[in-house]
Structure formats: C-alpha cells, structure tokens
C-alpha cells in the first residue's frame, strides 16, 4: 500500500505553490478556495505554537461573528462548521459552534445536514445536554423518504444518542429492519447494536428480530448482527448454544468461499467476519464438549484454509488457535494450534513474532512444553531491541515462574524495570514481581531484597496492596517464630544498608515502610553516636543557645523525607514487627558500645529459612550446568512434537559459541521445572502454588502467639539492658514497666475471680492490694524525677475492672470507662476505648439482659472518611446467649486529621423471629490518638530542632500544682504525654499523634506560672495540645 | 464539555468492557494532528493529554520495530503510510493484526476514493475522510468490508454535493434511486 501513497509531500509549503496537489478530485479543488484552505495554509505556514495561537484565535471570533450573523446562509454555515472541526482538531475550545452544528443538522439540505451530523458526532458525547436538541431532527430523518437521509440518521444514532430518548426512535428503527435496501437494514441492525450497549433492557424484546437479520439474504446485514450475538453470548453463552450450528455453518461457507467476492479481503474471504464468528464459537464451546464437537471440523477447516498468502490470513490463524484452545480440548487440533504458533514464533516479521508470544502466553499454563519448544526464541526476545518484544516476554515468563526460576526471571523483570520509565508499566511490573517474591522465594534475604527493588523503582505510583501486603507479612508471620525474626532483622539490616548510602533518594512509601518495620528509628542510631564521638555535647535543657550549632548537623536532611517517629524503646510491641534494633538509650560512650554489640547479634544470625521447598545449594547452582538435566528431557518432548525445531536447536547448542552458550544456561535457568512431569502441577498453578510467604489462616493464633513472643523479647532486652546500662532512671523504668505487668496480671486475676460483674465502680482496694506487693516504685515520695509509674498503674487498675470480657491482650493497655450507648428491653449497648500502641480499639459490650437467645447478633460501624475501621476477628460470634455478654472489638486509626467526630453503628440481631436494629454513636476526639513518646533527652533535643512548628503560652497554675511534678502529672495522665525528663524548674515531654507525627513539650516553671512551648513537624497539632493542656491545668 | 463523565461513567463502564476500539488518530511526521475519532467518551483535557502523549511514543518508535504498542492499558495499532500515521487504540484482548488490516483497508479506502491519496487530500479535505471512516466503522466496529459498498455510500452522497445548487425534489429522486 505504500507504494499507492508514497507520493505524499515531504516539502508542504512548496506544494501550496502549485495548483494542484497529488491528483485529488473535485473535492480537493474546491477547497483551495475555500475559507478552511486559507485557514490550513495559514496554520502550516506558521512555525511558533504562539503564532498558531494567535490565528486561531482570530479565526474563532470571526467565526463567532459569522455564526450569529442574521445574514449567515446555511451554506456559509456548513462552510463555517468544517472550520469549527478543523479548530478543535488543533486543541482549541469552539464549543460556541455546537448549538449551530445542531442546527444546521436540522435545517439544511442534505449536504449541509451531513456536516451537521457529523459536526455534532465529533463534538459532543452521549450524555451532552445539547444532543437532545437533535432527538427530533432525527426522527424526521428516520421517516424520510430520501435513503440517503435515513441512513444519515442511523449513523449518527449508532454513534452517538441520548439512552433516555431511545424510545422516541426506537419504534422508526426496528421498522427499517425490514427495509428494501440492505444498507439501511444493516445500519438499523448497528443501531440497535449500540442500544445494546447502552440499555439493553429496551432491546430485549426485539431478540426475534436480531435472529431475523441473522438470516438475512444480504451478508453486510448479517456480519452487523454477529456484533450484537457476539456480546450477548459474551454475557450469557448458555443461552445461545442452539445457534452453534447456525454460526458453525455460516463459518463453513465463508470459508469455503461462497461469499460474493466483493467481501474478500487481498483474495481471502470476509477476513473480518471469519474473526467474529471463530469468537463465537469460542465462547460457546467453552468448558462444554458437546458444543464444541460441533465445532471441531470447521475450526480445522479453517487453519487448513488460511494459506498464509496475506497478513490478513495470519489474523485469522491467530484468532483459530485462541478458539481451539479456548473451547474444550481435541488433541488433534491442539496439536495444529501448536504448530501454527510455532509459525508465529518462529517468523521473522516482528509483529508475527509478538503474536506468536501472545499467543504462547495465552496457552502456556495448558501446554508448557510449548515453552519449552520454543525457549531459544524466548531468550532472544528476552533482548529483543524492541521494548514491546521484551516486554511480552516477560509476561510469558511470568506465566511459568516456579520455585525453581523465580530468581532468574525476577531479575529479568527488574532489568526491564529499570529501563523503562512508563508508570504504568513500572506499576504492572512493580505488582508482578510482589506477587512472585511472596510465592516462590527461595530465602530471606532475596525476598527483603527484591522487594527492596520493588519499593525502590515502584514506591510513589504501585498498588497501595504491596506496602500493605508486605509489612503484614512481617507482622504477621509465619509458623515459625525465629523465621519471623530472622525476616525482620534482615529487614532492618538491608534498610541500614541502604540508608547508609549517601545522596540516594528513596521514595516516600519506601521510607514508610523502613520507619514502620524500624519503628525505633534505629537507622539513626549511627549518626546520633557519630555525633556523640565527635564531641557534640549532649542535649541540654538550655536548647537555645545549641540551636545554631545543631541546626548544622545531619539531622535536620531527614526532615524532608517525612520520617515517621513512632515511640521507640526496648518494649518493642510499638513495631509491630516487633523488631527494634534500637535505643533511645544513647547519651553516653557504654550505650554506643552497647548498640554495637547489639548490631554484630545480628549479623552473626542465619538468615535461611530451612524450610522444605528452600534448598539453598540448588538455589545456588542455578544456570550452572549441572542444573541442565531438564534439557534433554525438553529434547525428547521437542522431537515428539516437532522434530525441525529440535535439529535446529540442536544445532545451535552445537555451535556453542560463547553466547550460545550463556543463551543455553539462561534457558536452563529459565525453564527449569517445565518438563513433563511438572506438566501436571503447573496446570494446577493457582491451586497447587505454595506460597512461601503465606500469612497464617487462623488470624487468632498469629495475634496470641505473635504477642507471646514480643513479650519475650521484650523481657529479655529488658534484662540485657538493666545488666549493662545500670543507670538510675533506666533501671528504674524497667522495674516499673515490670511493676505494671503485674499490676495488670493482678487486677486481671482479680478479675477473673470477678467476672461476671459488670459493675462500673472503680475497684480501688484492688488497686490498693496491688500496689501494696511493690510499694516501694508506688510511693507517692518517691516523685521527684517521676510520676509516670504511679498514674499508669493507677489508670490501669481502676479501668482494668470493667475489662471483665476482654481478650487478655486487651488488658495491657489503658481503657476509658465503660459508657452505656444505647439500650431496649432485651439488650444494652456499652462501648469504652482502649488506647492501644498503635491504634484506638474500641470494644462494644452487647449484654443480652433477656432470658433468651440472641441469634445472628451483628454489630457494624459506619465508615467516615478520617478512620480506617477494622473488625477484629474471633471475637463476634453472632449468638448471643441468654444473659450473658459479647464483644466486638474494631480498631480504628485516623486517616485524616480532626477534633471531634462521632463515631456510629448499629446492633441488629433476631429474637425469636424478629429482626431488631438499634443505632448507637460515640465521640471520639483527637486525643484518643495522642500515645506517649518514648525518647531520651538527647533525641529530644535533636527532633526539637528539626521541628518547624511551634507554640508558646503561659498557664496560671493553682497552689496545689505549684511544683512541676505536680503540675506534669495531670498530663501525663489525661493526656497520655510521657515525661521523659524534669531539670530544676524544667520539663520536657513527649507524644505522638498516631500513627506518627510526633511533638515535644517544654515546661517551665516561674512562681505560679507554668510557661508551655510546643513543637511539632505537623502545623496543627502543637495549638491543639496546649489547648488541651490548658484545659486540664486550669480544670484540675 | 469539562462536565463529562459523572452519570455516564456507569453506561461508558459497560461499553469500555466491549468497545473493541477506543480511538483512532491520524497524524503526521511532524506530530500534527489530522484526524480523530473517539469511540468512546472521553473528556478534552484527557484526549489532549492522550493524543500528545501517544504521538510522542509512536514518533519515537524505529522503523523496524514492532507495530503494536502497550500503552496505559491499551495496546495501540500504528503504522506508517508515508508521512502518515495512523494509530488505532485497542483492547489488549483484541487481535492487533485484523486492526492493522483495518487500517489498510481504510487507507484503501481513501485512496481509491481521493485516487493516490496523500497526506494533503486529508488536511484539506478531512470531512470526507470522517465520512468514509463513518461509513467504514462504526462505533468502532467494523460495518462492510466490502470496499464496494463502501464508497458506494459514500459517492452516493457527494453526487448531492455536484448538484449542490439543484432542487431538493431532484436530490429525493436520486436518494431514491
């Protein structure tokens, strides 16, 4: 064909110079005189994108000035319109013109009204007010007499038109069904296609009449039909099966040429309708073998018949193979399908090549000996210069990756993800490569450093599953809990590592997801001894006069990065990896040393998962050639399939030049665990795929076991650390987070002697029991440094009472008192919130006060846009039985930021055979989100000059607080600030608002005046807290 | 147009599922638009964005490589008639190879009705060209592959244009014919 066209101008303004230009008939002639010709000339001739502008600009009001002319004739108007397109095709606004091109549909002559429609096709869209203006213009075309002027109107109806106005043609349309002239029966038949699409409950009743025009003499009225029997059989194929014979049929005599020539496409027969009806047959012979037997001849008949003369024949070929593999299998036509493939494959015209990778991708999972036939040519294409080759390549290997290739392919894959620079191939990459490491990796390290890949190349634009998805997993875990371990100090190691680098910048969700495993922060750690070593005095209350020094330091480059801080510590349970490498404990020489030896742990650790399916020894021969058995296994295949290809690979491994060679391995790599016997498994890919990574099924177990074990590590680095950093406040930190422990075993035991009391009162002599077995750390004398103990212990004895159902995880946090919100005869609602670590869990207790059973009892919040919502599993099952009480647990973390928002839901549950619903709300502030932050007085002093936001404000205090322990103490409890330290008339506290944007306090006191200066890395939050602040110092 | 989408989000969602053919673009060397034919609604910043983004892929392809292109979630169906390229967006499920045909057929199409069609023809005379595209595809699909009949319509219509001045009883006989 290019040759036909090849005589188009390379040099366009030279030609306008000419008359004439490349022969065009009458059509072109006119248009030279034309306004629109001058308009094009104008246009080319220009050079600046700001010149263009300016002439269109002029040429749009002059058409706006023509158009609302009175003395404006429908000629000029069409002239007008043809420019108005010519406009828009440029990129520029004319939607003043479309009223005029309704208009002009409506009242011109034929030629006019013809640029009308059309102007108004390409203008608007279907659900475009204006268009109804046009529903009666319509109308009257329909019932013209002029043929031309009916079908005018079905092209537009079938390009474009308002669904709610189908009715009013409707009725004109199915009558031209029956219409004389076959071109306008094909049209209705288009029409009522795209009606179809848009409503399809309004055609329903004309299915009679689609059989009707599939019967049709004319074949351009029946090709038009299989549009509409293609898409319904798409949606329902069972209820179409009796025409299979028709379809089978009709096949048979286009293939066998009984068309009217005009149909043939470069000699071969209605290539176009050959296509749509082998999609049919597709669909309807899919997972049905009777159907399909009726299928088996024509389909053989045409890859017989498609002699591969013309491109066209191998669209036709393509689309017969991905029938007969589509429909249920007859192993003689498979094995013709095959070899056609194998021409694809095997073609050096590249798009062929493409289709043939398609086309393997398509069948592989059926037949992965076809891989293996044809894996030379895959591993060229693997570095085809074509991106689209490679591309499909590794969408084929994606395919058969198994445990065994994972890592060859996944490096392919992350090859390509570096090359390219298309965000949504990074994102469908970026998901592949997740979805496979969590399958089939081989070990630790490689999954942490993949997905490292991943988190690096993927982080701003991939699927927002995969962070998810992949922090989960180390929270979450396996079976084994030193695998769990080993997994997340790898994590953390390799996140060392990468911080380590310098001038790299990582992307926001990567960082997230380090600062979330590390919740300590412990990456940090480095410079902070770094710092120390270099002689930089550690924190001092007087901050001010450090500030200039410190500002110079490092720390403040990883403000930017949006860091989360999130309490650090050696209680471990704020990550929930669970992991913490790190210390807040630094300060001096002994807990740098400290850190170090902490560090070298971990490295002598090993990090295999010894699991079966992991063998470490075959992972690491890998493209070794003692890993080539599968070779002459796929040769044996090769020569029972097809002989040729074998010779020929034959002889390429022959050769064995030096890159066939590496060629060789690579395919050995590749295709490894793709031989027959491994035919069976990989049909069963989606059922059979261990998955290495999998998450555990019973979501109860994880969670205990997970928290057992935390609570182990918590108490062994607690022992450690009491051992070497003997430090006053330390040590006594340690006794009193042990002093709570059995404060809350106490009170819990207590409870559970107790539990069938509901009772709201606080417990006050239990606590006074339980203090009474460590008085020494609960005595009120004992505050001169520190309050904290005390109060928590006491929050948490008094609360602890009403926790008489809880889960016994529940119990180690603070909780608010229990609150009645809502109640009838039968049941009474009460809810109360526990301030866990890292979230607000909010418990409803449904007491069932009647002597009857609750059945399907369910409890559900509704969804606000500032919380995520989690139901807590195995807490809720949905009977109730008679007097007694359930619990449903919901975790929430905020998404957005706000002050107060109600929280509501509603029980439903059945009684007798009743269905009751009762609606009930709860308020929920931010401070539900405010933690304690646990940092040491050095990282205060470094997060307090990196924080930009900040807020100061003097507070009267009463006599009765005059002393700052006393004064902090109410925040500490009402506020859940932690006091990290309190110097002479100076304090300095922490929180942070959950998930982890932290901010810092600083008290002083002057007489009766208590000075409060807050800062934050979020704006808001510091003027929210001294609020807050301010109410509890003046309230109490 | 801005407003586009909302209410009919819902219907476009139907038939994106089945629309073969999302759009097809005609454009040259030089990166000018001549032609373009959404097949489904799209909103004008998109189609801009769409049409810029798409030329710059395709201009930068090299002539031996491939003529199908994955792009956004679409495979893309290009080939180059001289100083023009004509590109058709379609599903990735759809076989790419009839698409290219389709092309072929609609250069054919054009040629025989401009008679060695070249890039000028089209620039000045782009209505015909939708008009031969209209009666070629519709809605995307393909609706006669017959080039007879094709142009038949086609030519059936511009004689009304040579007696472009005569009585509109003349034209109804005509149509009637």
């Known amino acids: 064909m290019s040759d036909i066209v090849e005589k188009t101008l390379t040099a366009l303004p030279g030609l306008f110079l000419q008359n004439q230009p490349g022969g065009g008939p009458a059509a072109a002639k006119a248009s030279f005189s034309s306004r629109l010709g001058g308009l094009v000339r104008g246009i080319t001739a220009l050079t600046s994108k700001h010149e263009e502008e300016k002439l269109i600009q002029q040429e749009l009001s002059s058409l706006k000035a023509t158009v609302s002319a009175p003395t404006t004739t429908l000629k000029m108007m069409k002239e007008c319109m043809v420019r108005f397109i010519y406009c828009e095709m440029l990129g520029y606004d004319a939607s003043f013109g479309y009223i005029h091109a309704i208009k002009l549909a409506q009242q011109g002559n034929l030629l006019e009204k013809r640029v009308g429609y059309l102007a108004v096709s390409l203008f608007l869209h279907e659900s475009h007010e204006l268009l109804l203006l046009l529903v009666n213009t319509v109308v009257k075309d329909l019932q013209s007499t002029n043929l031309v002027e009916v079908c005018m109107a079905l092209t537009v109806v079938s390009q474009i038109f308002p669904r709610e106005m189908i009715p009013a043609v409707l009725p004109l349309i199915e009558d031209k069904l029956q219409h004389s002239k076959e071109i306008v029966r094909r049209k209705a038949v288009l029409a009522l296609y795209k009606f179809y699409l848009i409503a399809p409950n309004q055609v329903q009743h004309i299915h009679i009449k689609f059989r009707r025009a599939l019967c049709d003499r004319d074949v351009g009225v029946m090709a038009a039909s299989l549009h509409i029997y293609l898409r319904m059989i798409k949606e329902n194929p069972s209820g179409y099966k009796d025409l299979t014979g028709s379809f089978v049929t009709i096949l048979k005599q286009v293939v066998g040429g009984k068309l009217p020539v005009d149909f043939n496409y470069h000699s071969v027969p209605a290539p176009w309708l050959q296509i749509q009806l082998l999609r049919i047959l597709g669909l309807l012979g899919k997972d049905d073998q009777r159907t399909s037997e009726l299928t088996y001849d024509v389909l053989d008949e045409s890859l017989r018949r498609a002699e591969l003369s013309h491109n066209v024949t191998y669209a036709i070929l393509f689309e017969c193979v991905h029938t007969i593999y589509s429909i249920y299998p007859k192993s003689e036509l498979l094995e013709k399908a095959a070899k056609c493939i194998g021409k694809f494959v095997l073609s050096p015209k590249i798009n062929l090549k493409y289709l043939g990778l398609k086309a393997l991708t398509y069948v592989i999972q059926q037949d992965p000996t076809l891989a293996l036939q044809h894996q030379m040519t895959i591993i060229e294409c693997l570095d085809h210069p074509d991106p689209i080759i490679k591309r499909e390549t590794l969408e084929l290997l994606y395919r058969i990756t198994n445990a065994q290739n994972i890592t060859v392919i996944v490096q392919k894959m992350l090859e390509y993800l570096h090359q390219t620079k298309e965000e949504y191939v990074i994102v469908n990459l970026v998901g592949k490569i997740a979805e496979l490491a969590e399958k089939y990796a081989p070990d630790n390290a490689w999954f942490i450093q993949t997905m490292n890949a991943v988190f690096s190349v993927g982080g701003d634009v991939m699927h927002p599953d995969i962070p998810s998805n992949f922090l989960r997993l180390l929270a979450e875990g396996f079976d084994d809990e030193t695998e769990n371990q080993q997994l997340r100090l790898y994590a953390v190691q390799s996140y060392l590592t990468l911080l380590d680098v310098e001038n790299v910048f990582y992307p926001q969700r990567f960082l997230q997801v380090m600062s979330w495993v590390d919740a300590s922060l412990s990456f940090l750690d480095g410079f902070v001894a770094e710092g120390l070593s270099q002689g930089v005095a550690p924190y001092k209350p007087h901050h001010q006069r450090q500030e200039e020094k410190l500002s110079q330091e490092k720390v403040l480059n990883f403000e930017p990065y949006g860091l989360s801080f999130s309490s650090s510590g050696f209680t471990g349970r704020q990550s929930p990896a669970g992991v913490s490498l790190g210390s807040d404990i630094s300060g001096n020489s002994a807990e740098t040393g400290l850190k170090e030896t902490n560090s070298l742990k971990m490295e002598g650790i090993k990090k295999l998962w010894g699991k079966e399916g992991y063998l470490p020894k075959k992972e690491s021969k890998t493209g070794d050639e003692s890993e080539t058995p599968p070779i002459p296994q796929e040769s044996i295949i090769m020569e029972n399939v097809d002989q040729a290809i074998t010779k020929k690979d034959q002889a390429q491994v022959l050769t064995q030049s030096k890159e066939e060679k590496e060629k060789q391995l690579l395919a050995s790599s590749l295709f490894v665990g793709l031989g027959t016997d491994s035919t069976i498994s990989l049909l069963g890919k989606a059922d059979t795929a261990s998955h290495k990574f999998r998450k555990k099924s019973k979501v109860k177990e994880t969670k205990s076991g997970e928290t057992t074990s935390i609570h182990n590590i918590t108490c062994s680095s607690f022992s450690s650390l009491s051992n070497v950093a003997y430090e006053g406040h330390y040590y006594l930190n340690t006794l009193q987070d042990r002093g709570d422990k059995e404060i809350k075993t106490n009170s819990l035991n207590s409870e559970l002697l107790d539990s069938e009391s509901l009772t709201e009162l606080p417990l006050v002599e239990k606590l006074s029991n339980c203090s009474l077995s460590t008085p020494s750390l609960f005595d009120d004398n004992n505050m001169e440094i520190f309050h904290p103990p005390q109060s928590t212990a006491a929050s948490v004895a008094k609360e602890i009472s009403l926790a008489s159902s809880l889960l016994e995880e529940t119990t180690d946090y603070m909780h608010s008192n229990l609150i009645e919100v809502c109640n009838n005869e039968t049941v009474s609602v009460s809810s109360y919130k526990i301030w866990k670590d890292d979230c607000l869990l909010m418990i409803w207790s449904v007491t069932n006060k009647s002597g009857l059973e609750l059945k399907s009892a369910i409890l559900e919040i509704f969804p606000t846009e500032n919380f995520k919502i989690t139901e807590q599993p195995g807490c809720c099952l949905p009977v109730i039985e008679a007097e007694s009480t359930k619990n449903f647990q919901y975790s929430v973390q905020m998404e957005k930021s706000f002050t107060e928002e109600n929280l509501s839901g509603f029980l439903n549950y059945h009684m007798v055979d009743n269905s009751v619903q009762l609606e009930f709300s709860i308020n929920l502030s931010l401070l539900d989100f405010i933690r304690p932050l646990k940092i040491s007085t050095e990282d205060f002093g470094k997060l307090w000059l990196s924080f930009a936001n900040d807020v100061k404000q003097n507070v009267k205090m009463s006599e009765s607080q005059a002393a700052l322990p006393s004064a902090l103490k109410p925040l500490q409890q009402k506020l859940r600030l932690h006091v990290i330290d309190v110097i002479g008339n100076e304090g300095l506290l922490a929180c942070q608002l959950l998930p982890s944007i932290p901010c810092l306090l600083h008290c002083r006191v002057h007489a009766d005046v208590l000075a409060l200066w807050f800062r934050s890395s979020c704006p808001t939050l510091p003027d929210y807290l001294l609020y807050q602040c301010q109410k509890v110092i003046e309230g109490s | ?177």
């Open chain 2, 1 to 177: 147009r801005a407003g586009r989408g909302g209410a009919s989000a819902e219907r476009a969602g139907r038939e994106r599922k089945d629309k073969k053919m999302r759009f097809m673009l005609l454009f040259s060397r030089q990166g000018k638009l001549r032609l373009q034919k959404w097949y489904l609604a799209t909103s004008d910043k998109e189609r801009k964005k769409m049409v810029r983004e798409l030329m710059q892929v395709v201009l930068a392809r090299k002539p031996k490589m491939c003529s199908f292109l994955e792009w956004r979630d679409l495979k893309v169906v290009y080939k180059r008639y001289a100083s023009l390229y004509f590109c058709c967006a379609i599903e990735g499920q759809d076989n790419e190879l009839i698409t290219l045909e389709l092309i072929h057929r609609y250069v054919e199409l054009l040629d025989k009705y401009f008679g060695s069609v070249c890039e000028l023809d089209i620039i000045f005379n782009f209505e015909k060209a939708y008009f031969i595209l209209d009666e070629f595809l519709m809605g995307g699909d393909v609706q006669d592959t017959s080039k007879k009949s094709v142009l038949k319509a086609i030519e059936q219509a511009d004689l009304l244009q040579e007696e472009d001045e005569s009585p509109r009883s003349v034209l109804e006989e005509m149509g009637l014919a």
